[in-house]
Every structure is written in C-alpha cells, then in structure tokens.
C-alpha cells in the first residue's frame, strides 16, 4: 500500500514522532489493516473500486491524521493517541454540522 505522500514526508513524520523503521514500518501495517476493514465494509456504490484506486484517492490530511495516530501508539503514547482520534471525530463533525 501506497499512502498519498512521498518517502520525504513519510520520513520526516517518522522523525517527528520518533519512530524507529520498526515503529514507522507497523504504523503503516496498522494503517493499511484499518483501511482494508474499511474497504471490505465499503457501499455498494464503491463495489467496482479497487482498494488501490481508493487508497489514490485519499487526501493528504487523511494520511497525515492516521500516520499521527498510529505512530504516537507505536511510539508509546497512547492517551495522546486517543486524543488526537477524538479531536479528529469531533472536528468531522463539527464540519458535517456546518455543511448540512
């Protein structure tokens, strides 16, 4: 799996948070097995879609937030983790409030 963002950028997030190329190689792991469970529950409409034309589609801020997410469990920092999740679920929200 390919995430919407070059090897630098993966490579300075890793340095952001600390990580290991252990720690950096099982947050992608869990990033790609959260998206696949994602996409085996994808809508009928998405049925045709490769996971690989899906993943194409993921905007840079997607990436970024799960990267963030799971590298701070990786790194040992759980609680943060939770944190950033939760701020994240509340701000899409927020902003589907906005758009309705």
Known sequence: MKLP?????LAAWS???GLTDKQTAATLTEIENTLRIGYEHRPDEL???SFDQLISDMDTDEAALMFLINGLRQ???PAAAYDV???GIFATLRDLQQTS
């Not at 963002?5 to 950028?9: F, G, I, P, S």
């Open 15 to 17: 340095t952001l948070l």
């Open 5 to 9: 963002v070059d090897d630098a950028t």
């Open 47 to 49: 049925r045709d879609t």
């Open 85 to 87: 999740e939760i701020r």
């Open 75 to 77: 790194a040992g920092y």
